[in-house]
């Protein structure tokens, strides 16, 4: 019904929701499915990642959406605060990885590889991605790490695709 529930995990009564407040079709349903979910680091707030490609922010005191962002032309897979809670970044099945800045509702950066997952470093200086080269091989890739602020690779390795291996962000 486009609400997300979220409960004291201590007593397991309700603590808030969000009312997506839409009168929709099935396909609009599926556009606004969430598919990543993440609180900041503050706890004031959340960002959700839907089938729409949208990013959203939401106050959990009063409920309210306070930013809306295109990220991305597919779903978007995985959301993840900065440590200092003035930036996501986002990664989706359009293989695009993003970095945004919330304060000012913009993108500041986008990683060059095909990416469906990545994550900050606790101190906020690097983001890491799994990476691969292209949808169709998205067994057979990479773990790169980026310096936030300069937007470089400092580190990357390579997972041949008959390897039987893999990871978790």
């Known amino acids: 019904d486009g609400t997300v529930w979220i409960w004291d995990a201590i007593t397991g ?24 979910i993440t609180w900041s680091p503050d706890e004031k707030f959340l960002a959700t990642g839907g ?24 779903v978007v897979t995985f959301l993840s605060w900065s440590p200092m809670g003035d930036h996501l970044v986002s990664a989706g099945a359009d293989g695009k990885a993003r970095i945004w800045n919330v304060k000012a509702d913009n993108m ?7 990416s469906t997952t990545a994550k900050w470093s606790p101190d ?3 983001i890491v991605a799994a990476a691969s080269p ?4 998205i067994f057979a ?14 580190f990357e390795t390579h997972v041949d695709k008959d390897e039987n291996w893999g990871w978790v962000l």
């Open 13 to 36: 009564n309700v603590f808030s929701t969000i009312q997506m407040n839409r009168t929709l079709d099935s396909r609009q349903a599926y556009d606004l499915e969430i598919w990543s």
């Open 51 to 74: 089938g729409d490609g949208y990013i959203r922010v939401w106050e959990l005191e009063s409920g309210k959406q306070t930013i809306e962002l295109k990220g991305h032309d597919q």
């Open 108 to 114: 500041v950066l986008s990683l060059p590889y095909y």
């Open 124 to 126: 906020g200086t690097y």
């Open 134 to 137: 292209d949808a169709e091989n």
């Open 141 to 154: 890739g990479s773990v790169s790490v980026w310096n936030f602020k300069t937007g470089k690779l400092v």
